[in-house]
């Protein structure tokens, strides 16, 4: 799943580590976010949603991965 948490992190001046803590997870956990290979739970990303004081959807690209999804499902036969 596509998320703004590099972004958002990055504009913050906030090492994957300090974010990591901040959000009680492992610096791992932020790296898998960011590379898009682990979407977060609803708790973890309502966490860091607060940290930058954005909505979850806005952190979680909601409306473009919504619509990803939805194009995958009208290629299906």
């Known amino acids: 799943m596509k998320t703004r948490v590099k972004d958002l992190r ?6 994957q580590q300090q974010l990591a803590e901040r959000v009680h ?10 590379k898009e ?3 977060p739970s ?7 949603a607060e940290v ?3 909505t979850v959807e806005e952190l979680c690209c ?3 991965n919504r619509e990803l999804e939805d194009r995958r499902y ?4």
Do not use: C, H, N, W
């Open 10 to 15: 990055t504009a913050a001046g906030m090492t």
């Open 25 to 34: 997870v492992s610096a791992r956990t932020i790296i898998s976010i960011e």
């Open 37 to 39: 290979q682990y979407s």
């Open 42 to 48: 609803l708790m973890l990303a309502y966490r860091m």
């Open 52 to 54: 930058f004081g954005v």
């Open 62 to 64: 909601l409306r473009e």
């Open 74 to 77: 009208e290629d299906l036969p």
